[in-house]
């Protein structure tokens, strides 16, 4: 069965039994569980320079992500790494040094990523939201 087909019927049913809001089908959690995390502003970018740059030490994505704060870059990696999408490693020093990598689940949004700049590139115009410091 067809997921819009999925989505009907549970959409029917939840008319049929009196419920105000309609059943969610799997696709729209999915898409709500991943706009959560990486719709938080700065998320993707991160996630973006991991992804173009390989493993980097915090002071490197500081420098790659423009007008991010400090404080904001390390809530945003830690939010990543409880998630699963990043690995943070301690360089035992002197200095003491951490860095941050993608771990299997992260470097498998590079597709998603690299699609949603095409789609940037063909349908958003120049003017639209460009962020602070951004190209």
Known sequence: MAQHEVTEQ???ASVECGEA?????GTEIALTRVFTLLGKRWTGLIVAV??????????????????????MLSDRL????????VLRQVDEGP??????RLTEAGAA?????????VWADQYLPDSA???PGSC
């Not at 830690?78 to 999408?85: F, H, I, P, V």
């Not at 949004?109 to 700049?117: D, H, K, V």
């Open 129 to 131: 939201l460009k962020p």
């Open 21 to 25: 809001t309609p059943v969610c089908s």
């Open 78 to 85: 830690t939010e990543l790494a409880d998630s699963g999408l």
């Open 109 to 117: 949004l590079r597709p998603a990523l690299t699609e949603l700049a």
């Open 50 to 71: 991991l992804t173009n740059n390989g493993p980097g030490y915090f002071s490197e994505l500081r420098r790659a992500v423009p007008g991010i704060s400090e404080r």
């Open 95 to 100: 200095p003491l040094r951490v860095s941050y």
């Open 10 to 12: 549970l959409h029917a």
